[in-house]
């Protein structure tokens, strides 16, 4: 049985304490869960039931069971589609809350189940649907439905466009009717379900070591102690004195069980040195400081109504610590807004201006380029040959084919798409002639992708209109005249093939292959047109930074779209390797192609963005973009937007086929690194050739990219870019990293990065899900690191070395005070100090100093990116200021303990009755000086001072002397011993223990200020210079941060010397005067500043 020399109440308040307030934390985020799924689970559907609808929980659908569904509303299963309100039984639906797509996708059901509208008709549905097992995959369902009509059975193939996912919402359409095949946590969204790594922040892995250290420092401090006491105890006049007789049991005892006891409550007793209560702080902290991030206005975008949004509050002090930045292209550093700029029809390059194409070249029947005979469209109008009823405008043999050519080229912009049109939007344009109330600008698309939007919307303004789909019809108005074109076959996108196709039948009959795609798969795939000229066109866009797509045809035979209707088939209603068979029916298909053009649309750069990527250059932080576009887009927007300098020295590692040709390229990459002399290096490497670089040549890739200043990789798979931040976050430097993206595509990357941050763009908010971290733009990554991460790090870090050194304060003295109890395990604090003291007495100070410290202005701070390097690579919780703060604790709880004893241990009467102080007095008096010291200590280092942080470091003190005095004053009834029974009434009673108090805490401050005097005077950091001298002509301030009127008094300056010193501002005294030509915000309205600022005071 161990004799504690504390309670228990006394060792487990403060662990119950910890443990409590991280309970309710985490309750009360699986509370949220818990009602968030039951929102879910709950929510009311209708099923069909004996010809009826029955109304009842999401929770209880059963696979088979029929389900309605309304417009707006949300899948609550996997469904296969039956029929919609629509005739041709197709349907509209949404999956941003899937994939981040908030593009409009058609499903359609099969004929025979499409015309079963109302539940008497689909109680007679007799079918079997037979499907693959539930799979995570998104975009793969294979499976057939075999219907039973008339004693016949019709098998009909199921594929991606026929199955609804749970999660997705249904829009334009009435309603529908599906039958659940996955249900429960068999749905695709429920398989995709991943719960995300856990990210620990560097602050965090340093707290553990640190942690370690005290661990071992406790085990030394309690086994040094248990040696002492039993060599004290060899003379036997201590070992058993008269006034401690041992009892029989404590004489026949073990010896070796007698010193593990003796070890085990040495380790009660100092165990207060592993601050427990450090770990509810840094919580509460990091809690608590991340509301700042979304009440800053700064990062409040006005345009779209959204703020900044923190999903994990653990990295705050991370966002501090970033080395490297990795970001997304399109969407996060452009606008994801495409606008048609130029195009290249039959080898001739066109300019859109003002709705009209101006050629840039001549023509064959112009002599000068000016402007060509495609001025406009409208040219088409009076030609006689482009009729409705002409197939594709077969011009007589006096016209030019340049004609023929530009009439299918727009035609296939029209047809070749899967772009939408809302049912209100499309009414009562089918029919008749073009109404000019009806005005392309009036119809609003939905696409699958920006890209495709804009070609449409461009081919509005040149003349051919898409008016929309009708059952398997698409509509087309030509110049106010209307087209009719039966959709034959999509062959949808895929990411192996890079395009899409359609096979659609004109109004004359004939049948035509529209193909569209990156020129990398469409000019191998074409046996006709003007391939090199266009090769050389689409190369001129890229270099402008233009996204381009390559526009084909070719005419089909009867013959040949019998085979192809009937490979198609087999395809699509085959259960094994079905995707292999549509990729070989695809090929077959999408051949001997006839080359029409190219199309380059433009995506603009976000505002601010050029300085945002030169100020993270200046703080340090290497940045590199991963995109999947091909490398003259990429180069060039990465030129404009400043990533890539034209002085800078471009490298390229790109077209390499095998990995001996990969290696020996990254060795010459390697040698000119070595031996040009250039300050700056860019790395621009593609797809395949990082593949190879990967696979067997890692380390030599990686030290190619670690002497550039900027990489880009372009045509990059969502995965290779998670792979590339793996390989940055496992280098031997092992360097913070930062990801930033917008749309599905990046969350594998921004889950893989240390700190990940979405971008809430036009792609979804997927991205702004699975990230730590979302904001609306790119420029306001550079407040989010320079100040909050700069805040949240000297916070955080400031926290974590001020509990270790009050709890060195705290318990050394109790180790001191061993070796004059004969190591008797006599506690030197009584037990309540021990329990409130970092509960209560010295909590509220630090806690309120993480919240709100503001070490230097927020706007300084983002307009001299250079300071961000003062905190990088952990520097503030480095070992030497670990070890700084740990002497400067022993150094303080020295002066404590012997001071004291100097005052107290000479057997003088310190009161006027001649009573002497006991032990209790003794301990009271260290304890109140220490506690005085750690306050006053904060507060030296507080620089930001609100009314709040005067309350509770001031406060702090007030309330230890009112409870020691009302503790101290009372007979408690519940209380075992009343050792404290008026022992504070007598300790300030001498006027000698308030003079030792004053000196005690003077002589240990003196150290902290004669450190911090040298240090600003001899080895000022970037940041303390920026304190003490004028950083910003627009801040109006002779000592930058602190003003002072123009009355000062015969004191201000010693005032302001001390003010210097520390680097403080009192933040009534600071200007914040802005000039417009600030390179980030011209007005600063972060809610970090708490106070009210006048600037009349400068």
């Known amino acids: 049985m161990i004799d504690t020399p504390t309670s228990p109440i006394t060792s487990g308040l403060p662990l119950f304490f910890v443990i409590t307030v991280t309970a309710i934390k985490q309750g009360y985020e699986d509370w949220l869960r818990h009602n968030s799924d039951n929102e879910v689970n709950g929510a009311p559907v209708y099923v069909v039931r004996s010809g009826g609808l029955v109304k009842t929980r999401s929770k209880n659908i059963r696979v088979g069971d029929i389900v309605r569904i309304a417009k707006d509303e949300i899948f609550p299963a996997d469904l296969v589609l039956l029929s919609s309100g629509r005739p041709d039984g197709s349907c509209h639906i949404t999956t941003a809350s899937l994939d981040g797509e908030t593009n409009l996708k058609t499903h359609v059901a099969v004929p025979e189940t499409a015309v079963l509208q109302s539940l008497a008709n689909l109680d007679t549905l007799v079918a079997v649907i037979e499907c693959q097992q539930p799979e995570a995959d998104l975009y793969r369902f294979m499976g057939r439905m075999i219907i039973t009509q008339q004693m016949e059975e019709i098998v009909r193939p199921l594929g991606p466009e026929s199955l609804l996912l749970r999660g997705a919402r249904l829009k334009n359409t009435k309603e529908i009717f599906g039958v659940a095949v996955y249900t429960g946590m068999e749905t695709k969204m429920a398989l995709n379900y991943k719960s995300k790594s856990q990210k620990r922040s560097a602050v965090e892995k340093s707290m553990n070591t640190f942690l370690i250290i005290y661990l071992i420092i406790l085990i030394s401090e309690a086994i040094i102690s248990t040696i002492l006491k039993y060599t004290w105890q060899t003379e036997e006049k201590w070992d058993e004195p008269w006034y401690n007789q041992k009892t029989e049991h404590q004489r026949n005892s073990s010896k070796i069980l007698r010193f593990i006891s003796d070890f085990l409550a040495f380790l009660v007793l100092y165990n207060f040195i592993i601050p427990i209560s450090l770990y509810v702080t840094v919580e509460m902290q990091k809690f608590l400081g991340s509301f700042f991030i979304g009440w800053d206005l700064d990062l409040y975008h006005e345009e779209s109504g959204q703020k900044a949004q923190v999903n994990t509050s653990d990295l705050n002090e991370e966002l501090g610590q970033v080395e490297y930045v990795f970001t997304d292209k399109t969407g996060t550093l452009t606008e994801n807004e495409m606008q048609f700029r130029e195009c290249s029809i039959n080898g001739i390059k066109y300019q859109e201006i003002n709705g009209r194409l101006v050629s840039e070249g001549p023509t064959p029947d112009s002599s000068d380029g000016n402007l060509s005979y495609l001025s406009s469209f409208s040219h088409l109008n009076n030609l006689p040959h482009l009729t409705s009823s002409s197939s594709f405008g077969t011009s007589p043999e006096n016209e030019t084919e340049l004609i023929k050519e530009h009439d299918l080229f727009f035609k296939a912009v029209s047809l070749c798409h899967t772009v939408q049109i809302s049912n209100v939007q499309t009414d009562g344009i089918g029919d008749g002639p073009w109404q000019a109330s009806l005005a392309p600008s009036q119809l609003e698309y939905y696409a699958s992708s920006p890209d495709e939007k804009a070609l449409v919307e461009a081919a509005a303004r040149i003349g051919v209109v898409f008016i929309g789909n009708y059952e398997e ?60 000229k266009t090769r050389i066109h689409v190369d001129e866009f890229a270099l402008k930074g233009l996204r381009t797509l390559c526009m084909a045809y070719r005419q089909l035979t009867s013959k040949e779209y019998e085979v192809i209707n009937r490979r198609l088939f087999e395809a699509r209603t085959a259960l094994q390797h079905r995707e292999e068979k549509l990729a070989n029916a695809f090929q077959f298909i999408e051949k001997d192609l006839i080359l029409l053009g190219a199309t380059a649309v433009e995506d603009r750069l976000q505002d601010k963005v050029r300085e945002t990527i030169e100020a993270l250059r200046m703080a340090g932080i290497k940045v590199w973009v991963l995109t999947g576009d091909k490398r003259e887009t990429a180069v060039s927007v990465s030129l404009s937007c400043g990533h890539f300098h034209r002085t800078m020295n471009i490298l390229e590692l790109i077209n390499q086929k095998s990995d001996n040709e990969c290696a020996e390229q990254l060795r010459q990459l390697a040698r000119r690194i070595t031996e040009d002399h250039v300050i700056q290096h860019g790395l621009v490497v593609d797809g395949t050739s990082l593949s190879l670089a990967l696979r067997e040549h890692e380390k030599l890739f990686m030290d190619v990219c670690r002497n550039c200043s900027a990489v880009l990789c372009c045509r990059m798979a969502p995965l290779q870019k998670a792979k590339v931040i793996r390989l940055i976050k496992i280098s031997p430097e092992k360097p913070i990293t930062l990801a930033v993206g917008d749309g599905a595509n990046d969350v594998s990357m921004i889950q893989e990065a240390h700190v990940g941050i979405g971008i809430m763009g036009k792609e979804g908010r997927q991205a702004a899900r699975n990230s730590d971290y979302a904001i609306a733009r790119f420029k306001f990554l550079s407040k989010l690191l320079f100040v909050h991460g700069h805040f949240y790090y000297i916070r955080i870090a400031t926290l ?130 220490m506690l005085i010291t750690v306050t006053v200590k904060m507060a030296l280092e507080t620089h930001f001072w609100t009314w709040i942080n005067h309350f509770v470091t001031w406060g702090s003190i007030i309330f230890y002397f009112v409870f020691s005095l009302f503790y101290g004053g009372i007979l408690w009834p519940f209380s075992d011993s009343q050792n404290m029974y008026y022992v504070f009434f007598q300790l300030l009673a001498s006027g000698s223990v308030w003079f030792a108090i004053i000196l005690m805490v003077v002589i240990c401050l003196l150290l902290d200020i004669v450190k911090k005097v040298f240090d600003r005077h001899f080895h000022p950091t970037n940041t303390e210079k920026a304190q003490l001298t004028e950083t910003n002509s627009s801040i109006k301030c002779l000592d930058s941060m602190c003003c002072f009127s123009e009355g000062e008094t015969a004191c201000a300056s010693v005032g302001r010397m001390l003010e210097r010193v520390i680097g403080r501002c009192s933040p009534t005294h600071v200007s914040r005067l802005w000039s417009a030509s600030d390179p980030f915000y011209t007005n600063d309205r972060s809610i970090l500043t708490l106070s009210t600022m006048d600037s009349s005071t400068c």
């Open 800 to 929: 974590v070395q001020y509990f270790v050194f009050q709890n060195v304060c705290f318990i050394t003295p109790q180790f001191l005070y061993q070796f004059y109890c004969l190591f008797s395990q006599q506690t030197l604090y009584d037990s309540v100090y021990l329990t409130l003291y970092n509960i209560c007495f010295t909590s509220l100070p630090i806690l309120i100093y993480s919240l709100l410290e503001q070490h230097i202005n927020p706007h300084v701070l983002q307009n001299k990116p250079t300071l961000y390097r003062d905190i990088s690579k952990n520097r503030q919780l480095s070992m030497t200021n670990f070890l700084y703060w740990t002497i400067l604790g022993f150094s303080h709880a020295f002066i404590f303990f012997f001071g004291s004893y100097f005052l107290m241990g000479k057997d003088i009467s310190l009161l006027g009755n001649g009573q002497m102080f006991g032990n209790w007095t003794f301990g009271t008096l260290v304890f109140t000086v």
């Open 473 to 532: 019809t698409m509509e087309v108005k030509i110049l106010g005249k209307l087209e009719r074109y039966k959709l034959l076959h999509i062959l949808e996108f895929d990411s192996d093939r890079r395009r899409m196709s359609v096979i659609v039948q004109a109004p004359s009959g004939e049948k035509f292959l529209f193909a569209k795609g990156a020129e990398s798969s469409i000019l191998p795939t074409c046996i006709g047109g003007e391939i090199e």
